[in-house]
């Protein structure tokens, strides 16, 4: 019901952590897991963009993308996906501080 409560955040970060880590590097379903809860997050912005749990819960997702891509060839241009995000919420409402902010 509620896409603000601590607990449900925190306890989602647990989980997408040990699901990584249990994965042992099967590129596809890491893969699928973070392109999974990063279109969750986008859809929840949708509805409020200014939900910062959905923030940070994206910032920790796209630090997991970093840490994993970091040593592949293929991997997937981060700065573009989070310029897009910026640009498509800014245009939305230019007021969007979370937006501006995730462009420095």
Do not use: P
């Amino acid at each position: 019901k509620s896409q603000k409560v601590y607990s449900i955040w925190f306890h989602r970060k647990w989980v997408v952590e040990r699901l990584f880590k249990e994965m042992n590097g099967d590129e596809e379903a890491i893969r699928n897991l973070l392109n999974n809860e990063l279109d969750l997050c986008n859809q929840l912005l949708a509805v409020d963009e200014r939900n910062f749990h959905c923030w940070n819960h994206r910032m920790n997702l796209m630090d997991l993308m970093r840490t994993w891509g970091k040593d592949k060839s293929n991997s997937m241009d981060l700065n573009a996906i989070d310029l897009k995000l910026s640009t498509d919420l800014i245009n939305r409402n230019f007021s969007n501080y979370s937006a501006w902010h995730l462009r420095t």
